[in-house]
């Protein structure tokens, strides 16, 4: 039996097109994110790869937490553009207006995936990540 984790990675990989994410792969690293998040998310910068960190924790939840979680770090991925482009404006705004951005910018983008995550995650179905290795 496949791992949880492959699992995840195979769910994400199936049902990209719904979620109109079809050109990127994704994939599950190895390591859980900091803090304690359930989630975090690695958008490549060069090819359309995504590597999605997830705690241990993620696998307790129920199903459809576990879709929402995984549409938050969707939602992610099509801010990536948006992203770059932000973190191309340290030179610009100059290191203290540009951090004082940075922490408004995290807050507010974090807020619309959570805002997002709901409605995007009824275009997935429910998981049914199977007991096992995690």
Partial sequence: MKSQRDQV?????????????RQWTFKIG????????WADVDISQHLW?????????FFNENPKHQRE????????VHYATVERLVETLKKTLGEPTYHMFERLWDVEVERAADSLAIPLSK???LPKFK????
């Avoid at 790869?49 to 924790?57: N, Q």
């Fill in 9 to 21: 990675s195979d769910y994400l990989n199936k049902f990209k097109d719904d979620v109109n994410l």
């Fill in 123 to 125: 275009a997935l179905p």
């Fill in 69 to 76: 979680i995984l549409a938050h770090e969707l939602t992610h």
């Fill in 30 to 37: 190895s390591d859980v994110p900091p803090d304690d998040a």
């Fill in 49 to 57: 790869m995504v590597t999605i960190r997830i705690s241990d924790d």
């Fill in 131 to 134: 007991k096992g290795k995690k």
